[in-house]
């Protein structure tokens, strides 16, 4: 009997020691997940993705699959990766890609002509240092009755391959907690768990997978009278330019705010003064490119005026925010030009002409042809504003060739 006793302690005593390793072992798995989860949510708030502007768009380096370094422009408004075909000849065994040539796909710019692409399917991973982040698609392909779940669109682009650029990866690709902060002051890519309070918030819609906001823009007559707009409008990251206002139904009234003395194409809107959101940012000079007739929304705002703000794109709650980096907005983010201007199809259109240095008879509205002796069309962004810069105290006096209307102008621009 004493014998059965201990044996019967015994049995209870391994099962109370077998249940709370038992226990312990959950217990440790369950928060042990959490902090590890946790640890992860920390580091990608401290981690940042350095980028740098090439050719005025958001460019950063990732490899992809662990496998292929590579160069990508970073776009909201590309729904899936897309790679050029001469990177995918070169790596398409590395990475493990199966190419559908036969299968169409038309790319989504609004701003270059439409070219024929194809698409290729493989599993895609883009490695940032420690961090890995998920391909995204927000649409697919069928091919023998089985949906691919992740492919690439695949397209020949003779401005990529100068550039040494391989692709574009669309942002949400990127947004692993969700808000992604684009720091255009530092030059960085962030994801902070909370937005800057002085950050003004827009909640944005899904059109034709593009997220259109209702942005608020006052536009100012030469009689000086303001007209408020609220636009819908797409906060472009890969469009290299500044604007490009939509012809429709909503937007015909705002050619009557221009100012009527500049003629120098009739594609282009002159402004002496805009109001851009909110009150205090502030473009003089605005030049507004009038695009084709599109009636989805009104209005692409590009980088030319986006590198003045601080950017978050909040992807769980659909909402991007924005905050000016300065009172004033400045075309190419350079207050220290003599004149700010757009390029637009290849032509610099003189948008304002900084007149507290430098004495011109530089007319808003005119299209840049020479500095000096370099011409400037067709000009890389990076070239010009090296030729824009306040000639120095040395330099007394520089000469401008421009074209007003129908005439060709030689113009002197001297330091005051």
């Known amino acids: 009997m004493g014998t059965h006793n201990i044996l019967h302690k015994f049995r209870i005593v391994t099962m109370?020691?077998?249940?709370?390793?038992?226990?312990?072992?959950?217990?440790?798995?369950?928060?042990?997940?959490?902090?590890?989860?946790?640890?992860?949510?920390?580091?990608?708030?401290?981690?940042k993705i350095p980028f740098k502007l090439i050719d005025n768009r958001i460019a950063i380096t990732v490899k992809l699959n662990n496998q292929v370094s590579t160069t990508l422009f970073v776009d909201n408004g590309c729904t899936e990766l897309m790679l050029t075909e001469k990177f995918i000849r070169q790596y398409t065994d590395i990475l493990h890609l199966k190419k559908y040539p036969q299968i169409t796909s038309t790319n989504h710019f609004l701003t270059i002509p439409a070219q024929k692409a194809y698409i290729a399917q493989g599993e895609i991973y883009y490695h940032i240092e420690e961090?890995?982040?998920t391909n995204t698609n927000l649409s697919g392909y069928t091919i023998n009755n089985e949906k691919i779940k992740d492919f690439i669109e695949v397209f020949d682009n003779a401005y990529f391959?100068?550039?040494?650029?391989?692709?574009?990866?669309?942002?949400?690709?990127l947004a692993k907690n969700g808000i992604i902060k684009i720091n255009n002051n530092e030059h960085y890519i962030e994801f902070p768990a909370q937005i800057d309070p002085l950050a003004i918030e827009y909640?944005?819609?899904?059109?034709?997978?593009?997220?259109?906001?209702?942005?608020?823009?006052?536009?100012?007559?030469?009689?000086?009278?303001?007209?408020?707009?609220?636009?819908?409008?797409?906060?472009?990251?890969?469009f290299n330019s500044s604007n490009l206002l939509f012809k429709n139904?909503?937007?015909?009234?705002?050619?009557?705010?221009?100012?009527?003395?500049?003629?120098?194409?009739?594609?282009?809107?002159f402004f002496q003064k805009v109001k851009m959101g909110s009150e205090n940012t502030l473009m003089h000079g605005c030049t507004m490119h009038k695009g084709q007739e599109y009636h989805i929304f009104d209005l692409l705002i590009g980088m030319e005026i986006l590198s003045n703000y601080d950017l978050y794109f909040d992807y769980m709650t659909n909402k991007i925010y924005v905050r000016p980096?300065?009172?004033?907005?400045?075309?190419?983010?350079?207050?220290?030009?003599?004149?700010?201007?757009?390029?637009?199809?290849?032509?610099f259109f003189v948008a304002n002409k900084i007149t507290s240095i430098i004495k011109t008879?530089?007319?808003l509205g005119d299209i840049v042809l020479k500095i000096d002796s370099t011409y400037v069309r067709n000009i890389s962004r990076d070239s010009l504003l090296k030729i824009r810069k306040i000639p120095n105290d040395n330099i007394l006096q520089q000469s401008i060739v421009v074209k007003r209307g129908k005439d060709t102008l030689l113009l002197q621009r001297v330091r005051k």
């Open 131 to 133: 961090h890995v982040f």
């Open 203 to 238: 909640n944005y819609q899904l059109k034709n997978k593009l997220q259109i906001i209702q942005f608020p823009i006052t536009f100012i007559d030469t009689q000086g009278q303001a007209h408020f707009h609220r636009l819908a409008t797409l906060l472009d990251l890969g």
């Open 161 to 173: 391959n100068e550039l040494q650029i391989d692709g574009i990866i669309p942002l949400r690709c």
């Open 361 to 363: 008879d530089i007319r």
């Open 249 to 269: 139904s909503r937007t015909k009234v705002i050619e009557n705010y221009a100012d009527k003395n500049i003629r120098s194409l009739e594609k282009h809107l």
């Open 325 to 347: 980096l300065s009172k004033e907005l400045f075309y190419l983010n350079d207050s220290t030009s003599i004149i700010a201007g757009i390029c637009l199809a290849s032509d």
């Open 16 to 47: 109370i020691k077998i249940s709370c390793t038992i226990l312990f072992c959950f217990c440790f798995f369950c928060f042990g997940f959490k902090n590890e989860e946790s640890n992860n949510t920390s580091n990608i708030e401290e981690f």
